[in-house]
């Protein structure tokens, strides 16, 4: 049976958002040429326990190359055989705290990558690519909901800056090769087969061990903790309208066929209320560790998704009361505790 839907290139396809996003295409018919580097930043097993799961369900729908896309001329080899239409390019060095140990996998992946993904876009002449920024963008902004219009050239980590660069370097292909681009500022992202760098994995892993668990800015910070299921329902809502090149200003001020969306719950939670409902979950009283903020962290995001939700009719449906308990879940049948 061939596909109603072009083939999709998907990078960081091994990763959290990617191997959910890959998922999503192929549970409706759409074939999935996979990369990702499968670099340990942090346990590779994750990595590829998430890429035998899309092989053992979709077959001959996913081919998974295992490649660094920093790396032009292995990527234009790994490519050359196939054909895809369009590109939802999530593959990226994430992580806040590690940009400030080591910059330069920020600037391999995040710059120079970014670069080399918008080449191959414009070399296929694909009809959408799109791609992650990060609410980090918005840096130290204080007024709250974060919206698409709000200024975002502050960043308070070198991780921020890339993503805003991003942005800025696929503006400039729109401009010039009229590619359809949408950038999506994703909030908080979390559930199962999450990361483990990420707080509600950290905090999970120590409350079922009796650890305390690290909790910066004494406490007072907020974020807008966004649901995996409903942030995938964005991504492929956003693949399907790619923004028209008709000279109007597009979400996030274009006129070019640039497209950028925050992508997150609309809810700002309060980091004490999320451990609240993580010990309800875990069925365990958390221990405190009280620390001062952390070195390019912000205390607080939250995002206005009227533009998304104008364009796509994108509508979160998931809050922390119902995403915290599911990933609990999942966590303790994925390491058996």
């Known amino acids: 049976m061939v ?48 890429r035998d799961r899309l092989v053992a369900r979709f077959g001959n729908l ?22 895809f239409g369009l590109i939802v390019h999530l593959g990226a060095q994430a992580g806040v705290r590690y940009s400030l140990e080591n910059p330069q996998a920020y600037v391999a992946s995040n710059l120079a990558g970014h670069v080399n993904m918008l080449e191959i876009a414009r070399a296929r002449q694909v009809g959408h690519m799109v791609y992650a920024s990060s609410s980090s963008v918005y840096g130290g902004n204080e007024k709250l909901p974060f919206a698409v219009e709000d200024r975002a050239d502050h960043p308070v980590s070198l991780y921020a800056a890339t993503k805003k660069a991003d942005e800025l370097m696929s503006e400039t292909y729109a401009h010039l090769f009229r590619i359809p681009l949408t950038g999506l500022r994703f909030f908080t992202v979390y559930g199962p087969w999450g990361r483990p760098d990420m707080a509600m994995w950290k905090f999970t892993e120590r409350m079922l061990s009796g650890r305390p668990i690290d909790v910066y800015n004494h406490g007072e910070m907020q974020r807008d903790f966004t649901y995996i299921d409903d ?19 597009k ?21 004490m209320r999320l451990i609240e409902v993580l010990e309800d979950a875990c069925g365990v009283k958390a ?5 001062p903020m952390q070195p390019g962290d912000v205390p607080a995001t939250y995002a206005n998704i009227d533009a998304l ?15 915290v308990p599911r990933f609990v879940e999942w966590y303790r049948g994925y390491l058996d505790v």
Do not use: W
């Open 251 to 271: 979400a996030g001020g274009s006129v070019k066929p640039h497209a950028l969306y925050n992508i997150g719950n609309n809810r700002s939670e309060r980091l």
């Open 231 to 249: 942030i995938v329902g964005g991504v492929l809502a956003c693949l399907d309208r790619p923004p028209v090149d008709d000279g109007r200003e």
């Open 287 to 291: 221990e405190l560790n009280l620390l």
């Open 309 to 323: 939700t104008r364009d796509t009719g994108y509508a979160p449906t998931t809050p922390i009361e119902i995403g």
């Open 62 to 83: 996913f081919t998974f190359h295992t490649l660094d896309f920093a790396d032009m001329e292995a990527t234009q080899a790994a490519l050359a055989p196939h054909d």
């Open 3 to 50: 596909s109603q839907y072009p083939t999709v290139l998907v990078t960081g396809a091994a990763g959290f958002i990617g191997a959910a996003v890959a998922e999503a295409l192929m549970a409706r018919g759409q074939p999935v040429i996979g990369i990702d580097s499968m670099n340990d930043y942090y346990q590779v097993s994750l990595k590829e326990a998430r």
